[in-house]
Each structure stands twice: as C-alpha cells, then as structure tokens.
C-alpha cells in the first residue's frame, strides 16, 4: 500500500479518527432520542463512558504489542472496531408517538403540519 512505515501509520491513524467520528457521534444523539426527563444524565454517562473507553485503550495497545506484536495488536483492535461497527448498526431512533410529535423529524413534519 505505501512504503514506509510512518505513510501506514499516518493512514491508519486517519482511518482510525474518521471511523471513531463516524461511531461516536451518532451514539451520542441516539442517547438523547431516547430520554426526555433525564437527557442531561443520559448524555452525561454516555460521554463519561467514552472518556473512560480513550482513557483505557492505550494501556491495552501496549499490552498487546508487547504480547502478540504489532500485527496481531492491530489485528485485535481491529476487532474491537467491527464490534463497535455492528453496535452502531444496531442504533435505531424511537418510534414517535402522535402524543409525543416533535414535528423535527423528516417522517412525521408532513402530516404534523397539514393537520394544524
């Protein structure tokens, strides 16, 4: 793919920026779909939870560089970010209720609006 070692990395530390972006904020909007009385709690769980994730993720590159060595760390991280792809595929927003419309979702603004 390239032939030096600083290219790879500088690839795949683009890559691996541009994929956390893709997975963190969708996450974190879908949390505050779904609570109304206690959002501010929700997300603040939410984001604590992946300040701890950033906090815990260098300790175990390390560990398993030294262990398996540089493939088979990325081999195992990279793992670890299908798993992280599948849960986004599992992100739903909520089913809206007539009683509970917001009108601001593309799905229900229509026949909200002609109704009135």
């Known amino acids: 793919m390239c032939g030096c070692s600083s290219g790879c990395s500088s690839i ?16 974190i ?3 505050g779909q ?5 959002r501010t ?6 984001v ?10 260098p300790p175990l590159i390390r560990l398993c560089v030294d262990r398996f060595g540089l493939s088979g760390a990325l081999l195992i991280l990279s793992a670890i970010m299908l798993h992280v792809c599948l849960a986004g595929a599992l ?5 809206v209720s007539s009683s509970r419309c ?3 979702c593309c799905s ?3 026949s909200c609006s002609s109704s009135s």
């Open 41 to 46: 709690l929700a997300n603040g769980l939410s």
């Open 12 to 27: 795949l530390v683009v890559v691996a920026g541009v994929g956390s972006a893709l997975a963190y904020s969708p996450s």
């Open 108 to 110: 229900c603004w229509f």
């Open 48 to 57: 604590a939870g992946s300040g701890v994730g950033n906090f815990a993720i």
């Open 102 to 104: 917001c009108c601001c």
């Open 91 to 95: 992100l739903r927003p909520p089913a």
């Open 29 to 31: 909007v879908t949390v």
């Open 34 to 38: 779904y609570f109304e009385r206690r």
